[in-house]
């Protein structure tokens, strides 16, 4: 399935970044690389401060080779040019909620707050656990790790 055949918003957490950074990821590294270009030119693309926040840790502490604090920097800066969601209170408490009627762990529940506010209608993760994926409220929850194998 084509990753970039959708014309509506879409909202990628943390680890798209990161792959789409990673060339030792290998095909989940190009499909990343590819879906973020996607998203960046098209205007579609969509993040949360919560997901910068993941991107600014894994900047320094989970990728490869290791980036010096300006790079990190400037990748972080580049990325608040996409639409952004800021949480609030009121949407730690909607994600509690949804923990309890969807089953799925705060994180997820958090990302999907931040696509219904941004009207979006897909979250990318670049995560393998299957558990998650599926739609929730109309918003289709999709892992690239799944759509390289097929």
Known sequence: MKLTNTKSRQLIDASVLIAALDVSAGKTHERAAELVKYLWHSGFGCLSTTV????????LSKTPNALSLK???E??????YWKMHRP???DFCAALSSTKEYNIDFDT??????????NCQTIWSA????????????????TLSLEVAA
């Open 75 to 80: 990748i972080v800066q580049e990325y608040s």
């Open 88 to 90: 609030n209170a009121e």
């Open 109 to 118: 529940a958090l990302l999907l707050q931040s696509a219904k506010a941004l």
């Open 127 to 142: 995560q393998a656990d299957e558990n998650i994926f599926g739609t929730y409220d109309g918003i289709e929850i999709r």
């Open 52 to 59: 910068l926040e993941d991107l600014s840790k894994s900047l």
């Open 71 to 73: 790079d990190a920097v």
